[in-house]
């Protein structure tokens, strides 16, 4: 059982309602029970933080650098322990789970060293000293998706306590156990109770804090409609971060290696069970290596093990939900009705040790028009869609033929045409020769046009931590004598 924490206070909702989280794996096992909270739990946590966080925004630099490094000391105790508890309640696979667990850690580092990195600016001026100086926004709303339930609230808490603010955190549904231990880990590094709430629940606390005038800043990850959402809520005198969904292609051009560009498609495409904001969901192949690109695809993805993902060998892990399964299997059967070629997947995968889980085997697509659902909503989950094309120009073309613009990717030997797509693509992120996903944690991350609002990047270092801080610019005459 996980519950809110409000002043300091592990407490259940106000109106004293609970929810089941089942091992998407295996629903017959409960992990976890969380409370199912309203807009009134959300506003007694903006009230709480409201009061609370002064303490720590007057704490030093240093002593909040010290905190956050101390916190991923503490969630390093134990990888094992919180890996497991991560697949049981994700679904991801052990080693997608120790990953993840490896790298919230070294976020928090991270973060804990832009704390002593907050500087202003000194500029010229007559007869005076005109400088800058940041202090935090204040109350900040953390709304995170349940895909990286550590990984991406501590690119969100991280950099907002580091600038000294309070954070009103509210985790996806899904995972509410993940979320509970990043919040202990910060209390036993010494962080006041002051500055956190946790609140657990589903859209109605997610829209109290963004209609909430007490909270100067909303960071979200999730859906491009939940987005949206909040977008037009929060209005103009106060921030919003949002990271939002993608349609992320592979262009692979008549002179790539195909045995890598394989690989390069199956890890982007069906890696976390394709449950990732940047994974791959269409190959954009030149006509010249199409069908010999597919076949390689084809045959990696029915070699995959699907499974529970604490099972050796297995290679990818359930959806996370019902509702996730069902979208998938919904996919499938709009990509046959809109005349595409099914070549492998999209249905479970037999055994009796995956019958009472969310398992689907990793779909391929061939056929798929650039105008069809298939190619242009995003699915989030292992479902491929091949498209064909006879030009580098035409590969651009379809691939910016979506709303999204998150990731983007090519494969090509060819260094010139690589940067002409870096340069040409409207995409926040470009991979050359690499999957689309897997990011570094020192640079700007976030997409344009449906994928973000791109005012505000995360994981970047000074830019990302802009967000968080508010400057002010003083002038300053010396006494006249």
């Not at 001026?125 to 609230?153: D, M």
């Not at 859906?223 to 349609?247: C, D, F, N, W």
């Not at 970047?460 to 967000?467: D, K, N, S, V």
Request: some cysteine; proline content about 5%.
């Amino acid at each position: 059982m996980t519950a809110n924490l409000i002043g300091g206070e592990w407490t259940g909702a106000a109106n004293d309602r609970w929810t089941e989280r089942r091992n998407p794996a295996d629903t017959r096992e409960v992990v976890a029970s969380a409370p199912d909270s309203a807009a009134e739990d959300a506003r007694s946590a903006v009230g709480a933080v409201a009061a609370g966080y002064h303490e720590w925004a007057r704490t030093s630099p240093e002593r909040r650098a010290e905190v956050l490094d101390t916190a991923a000391t503490v969630l390093e105790r134990d990888p094992e322990k919180l890996a497991t508890e991560l697949v049981a309640e994700e679904g991801k696979t052990l080693a997608e789970a120790l990953g993840e667990v490896r790298r919230t850690p070294a976020n928090l580092r991270f973060y804990a060293g832009e704390a002593l990195r907050l500087t202003g600016r000194t500029y010229p001026a007559a007869g005076g000293l005109v400088y800058s100086a940041r202090q935090p926004v204040g109350v900040v709303a953390a709304i995170t998706p349940w895909n990286f339930p550590l990984n991406i609230p501590s690119r969100k808490l991280g950099p907002a306590l580091a600038a000294g603010n309070g954070v009103v955190f509210k985790p996806s549904e899904v995972t509410p156990v993940l979320a509970r231990r990043l919040v202990e880990a910060l209390l036993e590094a010494g962080l006041p109770a002051g500055a956190i709430a946790l609140v657990h629940g589903g859209g109605e606390v997610g829209a109290a804090l963004a209609a909430d005038d007490r909270v100067g800043a909303v960071t979200f990850t999730g859906s491009t409609t939940v987005g949206g959402r909040i977008h037009a809520t929060v209005g103009p005198s106060r921030r919003t971060q949002l990271e939002m969904g993608g349609k992320n292609p592979v262009v692979v051009l008549e002179d790539a290696d195909l045995d890598r560009a394989a690989d390069i498609v199956v890890r982007g495409a069906f890696g976390l069970s394709g449950q990732a904001c940047t994974g791959t969901s269409r190959v954009i192949a030149h006509d010249a290596v199409h069908d010999e690109l597919l076949d390689r695809v084809v045959r990696r993805a029915e070699r995959l093990r699907v499974g529970n993902g604490l099972s050796e060998g297995v290679q990818m892990g359930p959806l996370a939900t019902r509702e996730q399964y069902d979208k998938v299997r919904e996919y499938v059967r709009i990509g046959i009705a809109e005349g595409a070629r099914l070549h492998t997947g999209g249905e479970p995968p037999e055994g009796t040790d995956v019958r009472h889980g969310h398992f689907v085997r990793p779909a391929v697509f061939s056929g798929v028009t650039p105008g069809s659902r298939l190619a242009q909503e995003e699915v989030f989950g292992p479902v491929l869609g091949f498209l064909r094309v006879g030009s580098f120009d035409e590969a651009v073309r379809v691939a910016d033929g979506t709303s999204y613009g998150l990731s983007a990717g090519i494969v090509t030997p060819d260094l010139a045409r690589a940067l002409a797509f870096a340069e040409r693509v409207e995409s926040g992120l470009v991979k050359v020769n690499q999957p689309t996903t897997g990011m570094a944690m020192n640079a700007p991350f976030g997409g344009v046009k449906d994928s973000s609002t791109q005012t505000s990047k995360e994981q970047a270092g000074e830019q990302m931590t802009h967000f968080y801080t508010i400057d002010k610019t003083v002038y300053l005459t010396p006494e006249a004598r």
